[in-house]
């Protein structure tokens, strides 16, 4: 593309196109610290850093004897409730409809019961919440996780997709648009790579003027800068 006329402010007007000029960052796609939403001993840490997870897996998990337990027993009061209730249910025309009722209420407790004792199990596990790398542990076995100073025990992003936050001066807001393509290098690395922009946040920052967009990316380690040109196609 051959540039014939340079503007200020970072325009460049080309035979085809506009160009405005933006710097970036690279972040990971997704991102999250995690932390246990329970109280307890560490059991067990089943990952470390630079570790890849799949979603669901179990990163970590506190003793949990007492909630396993409680969940059984609920689990046991359920099977005789429904019992009760079910036995009950075959002669409810023929019974008072209160104690008829007393039955189906001991039924329906009981099934709230195990959902909240299965809750409180489930709490003592800590999942990963999608498809990831650890970059970052703060957990031992054998630590103690407080229930009222619950801090982040791991940090996981995403393990290869990345997002560009662009930034370019607000005097382009109404020029630049989703869609648009993104000419770009990154600090250190002589080649030069392409995307589109998929989001341009609504506002621009009243410190420095500028405005934020996204652009998807693969592979670049999280941290690094960059910039590059958009390409403002010529009106028709």
Do not use: C, W
């Amino acid at each position: 593309m051959i540039r014939i006329l340079l503007s200020m402010a970072g325009l460049i007007f080309t035979l085809n196109a506009a160009e405005v000029y933006a710097t970036f960052n690279v972040e990971a796609e997704k991102n999250a610290m995690l932390a246990f939403d329970a109280g307890g001993i560490t059991q067990s840490v089943n990952y470390g850093v630079a570790n890849s997870v799949k979603k669901g897996k179990i990163l970590a998990s506190l003793q949990n004897a007492d909630k396993k337990a409680s969940l059984n027993s609920a689990q046991t009061a359920l099977k005789f409730a429904k019992k009760d209730y079910e036995r009950q249910l075959k002669v409810k025309n023929l019974i008072d409809a209160g104690k008829f009722d007393q039955y189906a209420f001991k039924y329906e407790n009981a099934k709230n019961q195990v959902a909240f004792a299965q809750a409180q199990y489930d709490k003592t596990f800590l999942r990963a919440p999608f498809d990831g790398v650890i970059y970052e542990k703060d957990i031992e076995v054998g630590d103690t996780v407080s229930g009222m100073m619950l801090k982040t025990v791991f940090k996981i992003q995403s393990k290869s997709k990345r997002k560009l936050i662009l930034e370019f001066d607000q005097k382009y807001h109404k020029n630049v648009k989703v869609g648009q393509k993104f000419k770009y290098s990154v600090d250190g690395d002589s080649k030069i790579y392409s995307g589109k922009i998929y989001k341009i946040y609504p506002y621009a920052n009243s410190s420095n003027r500028k405005i934020k967009a996204e652009v998807r990316a693969k592979g670049f380690v999280v941290g690094l800068f960059g910039d590059g040109y958009i390409t403002i196609p010529k009106a028709k």
